[in-house]
């Protein structure tokens, strides 16, 4: 695989970064994961606009321009010949000679910039997306700041291995009894025709891919609902689904074990995802 650091495209094996960088010892800095379909990049823009956003929350400068950041992307889909698949990019703070709590001069200390790809022949036609995913919910123990695409993803990982653990697919966090949102994507659940997610806050990361289903759902005359939503109401929905770039839409089908609507993919979601693949493709 050839992969992107610094300005230079290379193979995996030559590729390097510090061991002083920031990213590895403090996890100071954001990412994100663009999909890929039909050698196409999906909703980019929407990508690179929050991109922008997360690194001014941190303070940091953007190192590379977005037609730049395109270009890269482009590029790497075509020497990796991806289909199907996805593009990770990472900006870090760099690497400052030592370990310092304090942010390095960014005059004297780069950003660190490093973006691969994942080929994932057989995305869209995932079959999962049929049966649906089982989910369990924990407590939601990040930090404030969860609108900020940082690369401070133990937590979540964790949760995951919680899931895995009790047999499941993944987890939904809940805090003060609301669900916040996927280890990974955003949560929504359906009941009746109305489609209802967490509104945008702090608390959540303002997925890409929500905005655009919402954006769908809206366009199909479906009624859409962004307010908290607690556990017990999840469990009592006639659907509930998850939304990310790397899942687009799928179904969720049993919340700790209590199954959803009739334990089967309802109707909002399957639909929901045809749209949202129909007008990505
Ligand atoms: N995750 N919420 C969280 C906590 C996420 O990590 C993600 C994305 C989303 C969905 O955002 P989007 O629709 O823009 O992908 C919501 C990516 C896919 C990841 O970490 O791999």
């Given at each position: 695989r050839t992969v992107y650091v610094n300005g230079e495209y290379l193979p995996e094996t030559e590729a390097k970064v510090s061991i002083f960088d920031r990213g590895f010892l403090m996890a100071d800095g954001v990412y994100e994961v663009t999909s890929v379909l039909g050698g196409k990049l999906i909703d980019f823009d929407g990508h690179a606009v929050r991109l922008e956003r997360s690194l001014r929350a941190l303070e940091?400068?953007?190192?590379?321009?977005k037609d730049a950041l395109l270009e890269i992307h482009r590029e790497l889909v075509r020497l990796n010949g991806i289909d199907e698949g996805m593009i990770y990019l990472q900006i870090t703070r760099g690497a400052p000679g030592d370990r310092d709590f304090a942010f390095p001069d960014p005059g004297r200390t780069p950003a660190t910039v490093v973006l691969f790809t994942q080929n994932k022949p057989g995305l869209a036609n995932n079959p999962v997306a049929k049966k649906g995913i089982k989910i369990i919910s924990i407590d939601d123990i990040r930090w404030g700041r969860r609108d900020i695409k940082t690369v401070q993803l133990l937590y979540p990982s964790m949760g995951k291995m919680m899931a895995k653990k009790a047999g499941a697919d993944d987890a939904w966090m809940v805090e003060d009894g609301f669900v916040t949102e996927g280890t990974s994507n955003n949560a929504y659940i359906v009941k009746g025709n109305k489609i209802i997610t967490r509104g945008l806050s702090h608390d959540i990361l303002h997925g890409i891919t929500r905005a655009a289903v919402l954006r769908f759902a809206r366009e199909a005359q479906m009624e859409v609902e962004e307010r908290n939503f607690t556990l017990e109401e999840a469990r009592e929905a006639d659907e509930a689904f998850v939304t990310s770039a790397s899942t687009f839409v799928m179904p969720v089908v049993e919340i700790d074990s209590a199954r959803i609507g009739t334990g089967a993919p309802g109707r909002v979601a399957p639909r929901l995802r045809e749209i949202y693949l129909e007008e990505s493709l």
């Open positions: 940091m400068a953007s190192p590379v321009t």
